[in-house]
Each structure stands twice: as structure tokens, then as C-alpha cells.
């Protein structure tokens, strides 16, 4: 089977790409990372894919103004122009409007720091403990017009200690988020998710519970 062609935005440096990029290696692995997309020109992740021999570009959101709808259009283009059948949101900080994100129905993923639906938006670890959770961890999800809130593929939970601060915390949740991303789009790229009732089911049973990082069934 063909493997899916990728294509991963970035706003930063980019370290859940890296994750993908290095899980991609596999000759196993049913996805190729085609393609690294950047809002901003000076992203440290855009010469981390470069020196792994991947195409990529920036759509600089900045010479845009306020035109939200041109900057899609030009991040949609170059998404066309690369085949890319699979987008990941990694660190993309812009807002997307419902007319992209209808493009890519059940086939653009996002990975957010915390065990949504809780803590959706910025500043997670530091709301968490804040809120003083017991546990904390990371999500990847489909992406829906409405922020942090389509369904869930996979989920990984870390405890939270005493003495935890926002960087401890973020130390051990990005940990999880390296593992996390690479197994979600493996298994979207092999057609093994799909929505029911706005609820992802995998092998047509529900998401396993946060706290199984990599259940066996689904290595």
C-alpha cells in the first residue's frame, strides 16, 4: 500500500515534526512526511526538515494583513501542489476558519498539550496545576471548525507531582507527546479511525483510556 503523503505546520521549532519525521523512517510506516509549512520564515523546525531532505515552505502570515481567507488559500495551494492527502498541525500558531478546515475533513490532525476536553487553548500546564489535577497528559485530534473540540484518536496521561512547575510539568507532557503523535497518524494513515457520533473508533471499537499510552492491540 502506497504510503499517505504528509504535511506538517509549523510555527516554531517544530519538535513534535521531529518526532514524526524520525517515526517516518521506518520502512514500515504507512506515512511519508512530503512537506514542512511555515506561517513564519525564521521557524527553527523549516532547517530541522531541510537537513533531513524534506521539501519545505513558508506562506508568511504576516504579508497577509488581517486577509485570513487569502493566507488559507495560498497554505492550501501549497498543500495541493505537494499531493499531500494527510495535514498535522505541529506548533501552528494561527487560528484556521471553517472554510479550510472543511477542506481536510477526518484528514487534518492537531496535537494539543492536555487531556482534552479540559484545558483547551494556551497555558495548559500552568492552568492544570493551577486547577490542581491529579493527572495531565496530551491529545490528538481531528480538527474541527470549533478550537481544541474535534474527536479525539489517541490520548497519553502523565501524573502530576508535588513540587511540579509549569516547565517540569511540560518536560514530561512533551515526553508523551513525541510517542503520541507518530501512533495517531499511523493509524489514520492506514485507515484504522474513523467518526462515529463525532467519536473516533479504531478497529470500529472507542479511543483506549488516556492512561494506555500504547496499548498493545494498537502497536
Known amino acids: 500500500m502506497a504510503k499517505k503523503r504528509v504535511g ?5 521549532r517544530g519538535s513534535n515534526m521531529a518526532a514524526l519525521i524520525e517515526a517516518a523512517k521506518d520502512k514500515n510506516y504507512p506515512a511519508e512526511i512530503a512537506l514542512v509549512l511555515s506561517n513564519r520564515p525564521d521557524a527553527g523546525g523549516l532547517k530541522t526538515a531541510q537537513a533531513e531532505g524534506i521539501a519545505t515552505g513558508v506562506v508568511d502570515h504576516g504579508k497577509f494583513g488581517k486577509d485570513r481567507e487569502a493566507f488559507e488559500l495560498a497554505l492550501q495551494a501549497e498543500l495541493e501542489k505537494h499531493k499531500i492527502e494527510i495535514v498535522c498541525l505541529a506548533g501552528f500558531m494561527r487560528l484556521l476558519t471553517p472554510w479550510l478546515v472543511s477542506r481536510w475533513p477526518e484528514r487534518m490532525l492537531n496535537i494539543h498539550p492536555a487531556l482534552l476536553p479540559a484545558f483547551k487553548g494556551l497555558d495548559t500546564h500552568a492552568r492544570a496545576l493551577e486547577a490542581g489535577v491529579k493527572t495531565h497528559g496530551a491529545t490528538v485530534h481531528f480538527v474541527t471548525p470549533e478550537l481544541d473540540a474535534g ?17 517540569t510539568l511540560a518536560a514530561r507532557v512533551i515526553k508523551i507527546e513525541h510517542k503520541l503523535y507518530p501512533l495517531a497518524l499511523k493509524l489514520v494513515a492506514e485507515g484504522r479511525v474513523r467518526v462515529a457520533d463525532g467519536r473516533c473508533l479504531i478497529d470500529g471499537v472507542p479511543v483506549p483510556d488516556a492512561a494506555q499510552l500504547v496499548p498493545t492491540h494498537l502497536n
Open 8 to 12: 506538517v505546520l509549523i510555527s516554531g
Open 151 to 167: 474527536p479525539i484518536v489517541a490520548q497519553g496521561a502523565v501524573a502530576v507531582q508535588n513540587g511540579d512547575t509549569t516547565d
